[in-house]
């Protein structure tokens, strides 16, 4: 299907991180220069996040409204329903072939072609195995997009397989200049930040019995917390709330409307939090998950019972 297609529009789902935009582009690089007609874009927000923009060296980035409503080929990339593709849902009823890729356990199916992997540790992965099999050469431009969903997704390689590392080492081969990828993607904020930080983390919660006795930990971004700040300051903040020694289980739940809730789910590896995301309405891996809910409290405290119940129901690991 790749190979043939003229016309193609590759999607990310909303807030597309390095894994799902880098993936996108890559492909969508490697079909563009075979001669295709090629879009890349996301339900949401208008732009890609700032940290990753220098990724679309061919500006096949494209905003949601000038995604053509009926693609030969629609090529959907690291989403697990299609409900995360937000505005751009629409399209999958609209084109005439639509490729699922993705590597989210959870992925309860919605193309009419699928190419879902579980076991891998990115889509990134699959991605390349793809461009191997189109025979498209993996120069510095899509080496970069891979390594940026590779070093994302794999928590900067601390969960790769040595299959994956081998695949990293290719990709420095070809030009990576790691420093360069990797900083702006986990090591760089603005200033705002800390401000942010502080008081999102002067909400957490330590509860060591929650989460089958493994320790849940949680903090509430409300939108005066996280106001004007960018989107992949508000994502990162998990990362800090997850390194509690005490809890298995961390959750950050992001108020993205009066009643509306989004969270990201992570766990240490012993319990699934891909099963209580399920339960909540959304999905993911294993040890990274997310929902959008409706709430019924302005505070989020409904939320926060209903996953206590989902993480007392998930299976150990």
């Known amino acids: 299907m790749l190979a043939a297609a003229d016309d193609v529009v590759l999607l990310a789902h909303v807030n597309p991180d390095a894994d799902a935009l880098g993936s996108a582009l890559a492909l969508g690089l490697a079909l563009h220069r075979r001669g295709a007609r090629v879009h890349v874009s996301f339900g949401a927000p208008e732009q ?57 356990v959870s992925n309860g199916g919605f193309g009419t072609a699928y190419y879902v992997e579980p076991t891998a540790e990115a889509t990134a992965v699959i991605v390349l195995g793809l461009l191997d099999a189109l025979g498209a050469p993996v120069d510095l431009p899509i080496a970069r997009c891979l390594y940026a969903g ?33 900083r702006p993607l986990l090591d760089t904020h603005p200033f705002s930040w800390l401000a942010m930080l502080s008081a999102v983390l002067s909400t957490a919660t330590l509860e060591p019995d929650e989460a089958r006795g493994l320790g849940f930990v ?57 099963a209580a995301a399920m339960a909540m309405g959304g999905g993911g891996h294993r040890s990274a998950s997310g929902f959008t809910v409706e709430a019924t409290t302005t505070d989020g405290s409904d939320v926060v019972a209903d996953v206590r119940r989902a993480l007392a129901a998930a299976p150990l690991l």
Do not use: Y
């Open 150 to 182: 590779l070093v994302t997704d794999t928590r900067n390689f601390r969960a790769a397989s040595p299959k994956t590392h081998d695949m990293a080492a290719r990709l420095l081969v070809a030009g990576v200049d790691a420093e360069a990828v990797t």
């Open 218 to 274: 949680w903090a509430c971004a409300t939108t005066e917390h996280i106001h004007g700040g960018r989107q992949e300051e508000v994502e990162s903040i998990i990362d800090v709330l997850r390194t509690t020694a005490e809890a298995e289980v961390a959750m950050v739940l992001k108020q993205v409307g009066p009643l509306r809730w989004t969270a990201s789910l992570r766990s240490k590896g012993r319990l699934d939090v891909a």
């Open 48 to 104: 890609p996040a700032e940290s990753l923009r220098d990724l679309d060296v061919a500006d096949l980035v494209v905003p949601a409204a000038e995604v053509p409503a009926a693609p030969e080929l629609l090529v959907v990339l690291d989403t697990g329903s299609v409900d995360r593709l937000g505005s751009l849902a629409s399209r999958v009823d609209g084109a005439g072939t639509t490729l699922v890729i993705d590597h989210h």
